[in-house]
């Protein structure tokens, strides 16, 4: 059974950092392009950032670029979201997904498997 797990979000203040990590199991997702998605209340699920399997390639949102980080853990079955200098507008569940490929990253039909999402809550 392929899981992906959320962790580390929660309340934080406006300028301050938060890491998420997204644990996965049930098969290998070495190769597998992983991606952070967001959704706020009464808005569009919308993608945060991505890095490819290999861990050579991301790309980030502009709303974040400068301010988050993705990255691999070793064994590449973790994936991080290093996230800086918070701003209320970063509110959101955030969610991880894998999917196959690199390309069209930055859609959601290019997943294949989400987890069940994480809340950031950012106050000013």
């Known amino acids: 059974q392929v899981q992906l797990v959320e962790s580390g979000g929660g309340l934080v203040q406006a300028g301050g950092s938060l890491r998420l990590a997204c644990e996965c199991s049930?098969?290998?997702?070495?190769?597998?392009?992983m991606g952070w998605f967001r959704q706020a209340p009464g808005k569009e699920r919308e993608f945060v950032a991505a890095?490819?399997?290999?861990?050579?390639?991301?790309d980030y949102a502009g709303s974040v670029k400068g301010r988050f980080t993705i990255s691999r853990g070793s064994a590449k079955n973790t994936v991080y979201l290093q996230m800086n200098n918070l701003k209320p507008e970063d509110t959101a569940v955030y969610y991880c997904?894998?999917?196959?490929?690199?390309?069209?990253?930055?859609?959601?039909?290019?997943?294949?498997?989400w987890g069940q999402g994480t809340q950031v809550t950012v106050s000013s």
């Open positions: 997904a894998a999917g196959p490929y690199y390309s069209d990253y930055t859609s959601m039909g290019a997943y294949d498997y």
């Open positions: 049930g098969r290998t997702f070495v190769s597998y392009t």
């Open positions: 890095i490819s399997g290999s861990g050579s390639s991301t």
